[in-house]
């Protein structure tokens, strides 16, 4: 039986990875994190949103990008309540292994939608 992550850690990793980008922002929100750039939030880190007792990640996305988590990572891959039909997907956190590399170009993408041109366009790749 695997252990499930602790909030902590994901909520460091989610933030180690979304700092790197050229002035986005982790902004803590009681246990959840607001994903940010120049006040444009692009996603969420959620630790037991609405007591679902889960860890995720809602955030924006191209449709390309839904339809590949839905082939590549079905069982990381969520539609989040409220926000779907706004362009948003969710990613399980907890799940036993969360494919990092695929959180990371999920972030990467939302910045790159929330983002102004002039810094979306200091990304490499």
């Known amino acids: 039986m ?16 979304v700092e790197r ?4 922002k982790a902004v803590r929100s009681g246990e959840h994190l607001s994903l940010e750039v120049r006040q444009r939030r692009f996603g969420w880190f959620l630790a037991d949103h609405h007591g679902d007792g889960r860890l995720a990640l809602s955030c924006k996305a191209p449709p390309l990008l839904v339809g ?19 362009g948003w997907i969710g990613l399980w ?31 490499s790749g």
Request: net charge positive; charged share 25%; with cysteine.
């Open 2 to 17: 695997s252990r499930k992550p602790s909030a902590d850690k994901v909520r460091t990793r989610v933030a180690a990875i």
């Open 93 to 123: 956190l907890d799940v036993p292994k969360v494919d990092w590399d695929q959180v990371e170009i999920c972030l990467v993408e939302a910045y790159r939608m929330a983002a102004p041109k002039t810094l979306a366009a200091q990304l």
């Open 21 to 24: 980008l050229p002035e986005a």
């Open 68 to 86: 590949q988590l839905q082939q590549l990572v079905p069982e990381q891959f969520h539609l989040p309540k409220y926000v779907a039909s706004k």
